[in-house]
């Protein structure tokens, strides 16, 4: 099966061409204020309506109150909810889109024990920052750890870059990746050669 692929951390308008022209499955747009690659709606608006159909818009989100929630989807046409921080699973559920639940294993959490409170996520994005911190931080964590009887697919992120994803997919055989840091030129800034190189590395490692 063929590796999906996420670009999150999309500010830029010449980013997501540079996404799309890429190949890539869908882009990430943060509603997290302290984050460096937070946008506001407005802006989110204008980056959607360069997405061509069947690349998916995803919000990333961080215990953010569920009014903030309501009025981005107000504004935006995003089809996929992210959540990084401590939500429960009610709360995630409660905006009737499909949601990806991000667990934090990078400080020895047990992935399988955190996966079981979110039974009807759709998919869970395994990260390299501790559970319920903000993602984004470019720390890569033991693939080896990724348990292989996960109910729903998988989605591996944490210090994904060109140089180390062909191995990743051939470790982990995951639904999908989401990579950052690992493509950009400065927070927030993404380069289009390391985008199209990741995507060859993807690629790569699916074959091999």
Known sequence: MRTRVKICGITREADVAAAVAAGVDAVGLVFYPKSSRYIEPATAVRLVSRLPPFVT?????????????????????????????????????????????????????????????????SALLLDGHAHGQAGGTGRSFDWRRVPRDFAQPIVLAGGLKPDNVAEAVRMVRPYAVDVSSGVEAAPGIKDAGLIEAFMSEVRRGDSE
């Open 57 to 121: 818009p995803v919000g990333l989100f961080m215990d953010a109150d569920a009014d903030q929630v309501r009025e981005v989807l107000r504004q935006v046409r995003i089809d996929v909810l992210q959540f990084h921080g401590l939500e429960p699973a009610a709360y995630c559920r409660g905006f009737g889109r499909p949601y990806m639940k991000a667990l934090g294993v990078g400080a020895d959490e047990d992935a399988g024990t955190l996966a079981q409170a979110y039974p009807d996520a």
